[in-house]
């Protein structure tokens, strides 16, 4: 017998019957109707935006067992949402969203050696004082591997991240440190593993942290004399997740403590995942001791993604807002936007805003507007280590000679030229910059930035070279 979209929902309803209480069953299962059935994917239709969001929040594992068991595995499941027409016509239009199968990621109790559990046990994450330790992962479970798409630029730091979520702590990736430029998915990934992690291993402990907010933490711990304890919290996790740890540069009591967390951490088993915008080999102001640990496991690059992977992250982005568009506009905004995956999203959702609170169609015009707008409004974050780059080949100088200390005038004035544009085009500090181009002090830097300033109202070849580098790093 062929299977319909009735016959497949009334079966699933007989499951999800006997398996809730009856005044839930019919306050959010009886007002749903069965729409449509292609290939193994269900469309219902809810009454409301409101119903769809409760039913994924509370009833999502329930639906996917039940549809999972009458389709096979790769079950999906549509909602069709009636909603009133608000524009004037009397007709309402219906808008369809695809079930994201995520409930929210579930706290982790801890059990605490009796010894420790009082009151000065302190979880950074709560107010102090209160006894249980329960600890709250702050993972984004709608950061999942499903929306993270895989292609030639992302193959190896996916299929490491797979492999830590299904061993984790047990496989030669601790740490994995995954590494890229900006908008390329790196916290997206981090957060990915973590959340696949508490799917396959409730019982584990995992937590993500930036690694600013673990440096503000540990100075607090620092203020109140609890050093101890934030180290002791740190080492009940089990899985660990840092992002941008690129942060701890320069913060030499951070990194101390750090240091003993980690290994702490991969001594005994625990997984310890980084993410950072370059590699080992590039940080600058971070300990030996530490750089030497990040290199133990695997370092694996997010580069940016070719043409087939920009389209099929649009491809995906709409069917998530259940929006259709033509596969020339798809093509057209794929081809344009190439640096990252944060700016293709930003122009995709930017689009389709301006097609629906303006009333248009999504026409190629429409998005060659909304992409030469965006593109040319998109300000990009400018590293020290790419401003080097540009001066270094701007006056034909190997990066070594640009850092090293020769005292040769056309050096010294790109050198100081570097150091005047990161001060213009980053947020970094002096001795940051300093530390960072040539291992100079932050009244080095100073001076180099007065200089630049003072030459270039009285030097016009100089202002000439400060004209040129601006606009290359302004493209």
């Not at 403590?257 to 997984?271: D, M, T």
Request: proline share 3%; hydrophobic share 40%.
């Amino acid at each position: 017998m062929n299977k319909t979209a009735q016959s497949v929902w009334e079966n699933c309803l007989l499951f999800i019957k006997d398996n809730i209480q009856d005044q839930a069953y019919k306050t959010w299962f009886e007002p749903i109707k069965s729409v449509e059935l292609t290939d193994n994917a269900l469309y219902i239709q809810v009454p409301s935006k409101f119903f769809y969001e409760w039913l994924e929040e509370h009833y999502v594992k329930l639906l996917k067992v039940a549809l999972t068991k009458e389709l096979g595995k790769n079950a999906k499941l549509l909602y069709k949402i009636k909603m009133e027409n608000t524009y004037g016509n009397k007709q309402p239009f219906t808008e369809q969203l695809p079930s994201a199968h995520r409930s929210p990621v579930k706290p982790q109790e801890v059990d605490v050696p009796l010894q420790n559990k009082n009151p000065e046990l302190k979880n950074p994450f709560i107010i102090p004082g209160i006894r249980n330790v329960k600890i709250e992962s702050q993972l984004n479970a709608n950061y999942s591997f499903d929306n993270f798409l895989e292609g030639d630029s992302n193959r190896l730091a996916r299929s490491a991240g797979m492999a830590v979520a299904n061993k984790p702590g047990g496989t030669s990736f601790n740490p994995l440190l995954i590494f890229g430029g900006v908008g390329l998915g790196k916290t997206h990934l981090a957060h990915a593993i973590g959340v696949e992690i508490k799917d396959k291993y409730p019982e584990k402990t995992v937590l993500y942290i930036s690694a600013e907010i673990f440096t503000q933490q540990y100075i607090e711990s620092v203020k109140k004399n609890t050093r101890n304890d934030f180290i002791h919290f740190y080492q009940l996790i089990d899985v660990l997740i840092i992002d941008d740890v690129q942060f701890l540069s320069g913060k030499t009591g951070t990194q101390d403590v750090f240091f003993h967390i980690f290994n702490y951490l991969h001594q005994n088993g625990k997984q310890v995942i980084l993410t950072s915008d370059k590699a080992p080999v590039d940080m600058q102001d971070i300990e030996q001791r530490l750089l030497s640990r990040f290199k133990w496991g695997l370092s694996a690059e997010l580069h940016q993604p070719d043409y087939e992977t920009r389209i099929s992250i649009l491809k995906n982005i709409l069917y998530r807002d259940g929006v259709e568009v033509p596969e020339e506009i798809l093509e057209y905004v794929a081809r344009n936007i190439k640096s990252n995956v944060r700016e293709l999203e930003g122009a995709i959702i930017s689009l389709i805003a301006q097609s629906s609170f303006n009333k248009k169609e999504v026409t190629l015009e429409l998005a060659k507007q909304v992409v030469e707008k965006f593109v040319k409004n998109v300000k990009r974050e400018i590293s020290i280590d790419y401003i080097q780059k540009v001066v270094s080949d701007y006056f034909q100088l190997d990066l070594d000679m640009l850092q090293s200390k020769t005292r040769k005038r056309h050096v010294v004035q790109a050198r100081q030229l570097a150091m005047f544009f990161a001060k213009k085009y980053t947020k970094a500090s002096l001795a940051n910059i300093g530390s960072q181009i040539g291992d100079r002090d932050h009244a080095t830097v100073l001076h180099a930035c007065k200089t630049v300033d003072n030459l270039v109202s009285t030097d016009k070849q100089f202002k000439k070279f400060v004209d040129d580098i601006n606009k290359k790093l302004s493209l």
